[in-house]
């Protein structure tokens, strides 16, 4: 007899990993423009303009997706995980 077992669903780590997927992928669409990734980066989510991304490879798209609230969330919590 087989047994039937619950499997787990957890958004919160989906939502994490799509958050670090697509900073990733903004982060080497700005790096191949030869901006300071970093630096945009940071001037987007302090001022939400979204000029600070380029539109190259869809980076202003892909970010623009995301609450700029949430990025900073993971990106704390991320830092203390691995601090």
């Not at 499997?7 to 992928?25: A, C, G, H, P, Q």
């Not at 191949?32 to 001037?43: D, K, L, S």
């Amino acid at each position: 007899m087989q047994q039937e077992k619950t499997s787990l669903f957890n958004v919160i780590d989906m939502d994490t990993e799509l958050i670090r997927t697509t900073l990733k992928e903004v982060y080497e669409a700005l790096e191949e423009r030869g901006y300071n990734p970093t630096n945009q980066i940071v001037g987007y989510l302090i001022s939400g303009d979204p000029g600070y991304i380029s539109s190259y490879k869809e980076a202003r798209n892909k970010i623009q997706e995301i609450d700029r609230a949430k990025i900073v969330e993971i990106l704390l919590t991320e830092f203390y995980k691995n601090s």
